[in-house]
């Protein structure tokens, strides 16, 4: 079992520029999340999908970022324009439909915004 | 609306010594509380939640409702207990972290 799965590791992107990143969650996870976790701090989540639908996208920028997840299965997370206070890692998690308590975490892509 | 403090931002203590890492939290209903741990180059995993009322690795954490603490203890430290440790709630469908602690173990 590979866990889930993120790519890219790492990006560094000049602002203003468009930056995308992806995920894979655990096979029969129905409910993925996406987390933002700057410098210093815990990660707080982004979006919420149970299948395709985004049940929580309160916490997501909505002027500049955006999330899809067209078959329920893996998910994008772009962000357009980046500005320099998007640099972070960018966490996916996945679970078991409305299994919140028990969360899988990828690997994590930083992002480097110059 | 849930809330999460960890006061220690770092944390070292010697090797065999007992650790304790401090969590608060605010929450107006039932939460879950948890604590989760990142090893260096590892992803964040979940270490023990309060339901369970487990020990991991040597580690328990007590929930204190009438404080609202859910401190996390180990008796006697060991070196590959140096990681990451973050606090969190679970509360509303949806899990809130604490800024995390530094644990260091030095030998």
């Known amino acids: 079992e590979a866990g889930v799965v993120q790519s890219p590791r790492y990006k560094i992107i000049e602002k203003k520029q468009p930056v995308a990143f992806w995920c894979n969650p655990i096979?029969?996870?129905?409910?993925l999340y996406w987390y933002r976790q700057n410098l210093g701090q815990g990660p707080e989540l982004l979006i919420r999908y149970e299948n395709e639908e985004a049940v929580d996208d309160s916490q997501l920028p909505k002027d500049r970022f955006s999330a899809e997840r067209l078959k329920g299965v893996d998910s994008t997370l772009k962000i357009q324009p980046a500005e320099l206070g998007d640099s972070a890692v960018y966490l996916c998690a996945s679970s078991f439909q409305w299994a919140y308590n028990e969360q899988f975490f990828g690997p994590g892509t930083r992002l480097t915004v110059l | 609306a849930q809330r999460v403090t960890q006061p220690e931002k770092l944390l070292s203590v010697f090797k065999g010594a007992p650790v304790e890492l401090k969590c608060n939290y605010s929450y107006s209903g039932s939460p879950e509380l948890f604590w989760y741990v990142q090893y260096s180059r590892q992803r964040l995993q979940l270490l023990l939640r309060?339901?369970s009322r487990e020990s991991i690795k040597g580690f328990t954490a007590d929930l204190n409702k009438g404080e609202t603490s859910f401190h996390l203890k180990k008796p006697f430290a060991q070196e590959e207990d140096s990681a990451m440790y973050y606090c969190?709630?679970?509360?509303?469908?949806?899990?809130?972290f604490g800024q995390g602690t530094r644990l260091t173990i030095n030998p």
């Open positions: 096979s029969g996870h129905n409910t």
């Open positions: 969190a709630v679970q509360g509303a469908q949806k899990l809130v």
């Open positions: 309060h339901i």
